[in-house]
Nanobody, 119 residues
Framework: QVQLVESGGGLVQAGASLRLSCVASGRDFSNYAVAWFRQAPGKDREFVLGISRGNIGTYHARFSISRDNAKKTVYLQMNSLKPEDTAIYYC?????????????????WGQGTQVTVSS
């Protein structure tokens, strides 16, 4: 069993940067794949970035993902933020260690952190 807690969200202006953190509790966190999803008002939840148990991250033009297994933490670094990045950002974890882009691929979810980007 893994519990996830996100933090680092807030209100920023367009062009700013934010770093979100996802802290996990539970055993064997290093074996999990972790992904960030986001959900904007009125829209479906969508995949942002993921990182595998082997520390292989997916690509995004403005964002990056990293993990510190000793701290049981995954980070989402977001640069050059745009108003369309406004959403609740969720951290998720999968025990099979591989990154999936669909929500059904993840067994554990955090409560989310709000990111609001003003123009």
């Amino acid at each position: 069993q893994v519990q996830l807690v996100e933090s680092g969200g807030g209100l920023v202006q367009a062009g700013a940067s934010l770093r979100l953190s996802c802290v996990a509790s539970g055993r064997d966190f290093s074996n999990y794949a972790v992904a960030w999803f986001r959900q904007a008002p009125g829209k479906d939840r969508e995949f942002v970035l993921g990182i595998s148990r082997g520390n292989i991250g997916t690509y995004h033009a403005r964002f990056s993902i990293s993990r510190d297994n000793a701290k049981k933490t995954v980070y989402l670094q977001m640069n050059s933020l745009k108003p369309e990045d406004t959403a609740i950002y969720y951290c998720s974890a999968s025990p099979d260690g591989g990154v999936k882009t669909q929500m059904w691929g993840y067994d554990y979810w955090g409560q989310g952190t709000q990111v609001t980007v003003s123009s």
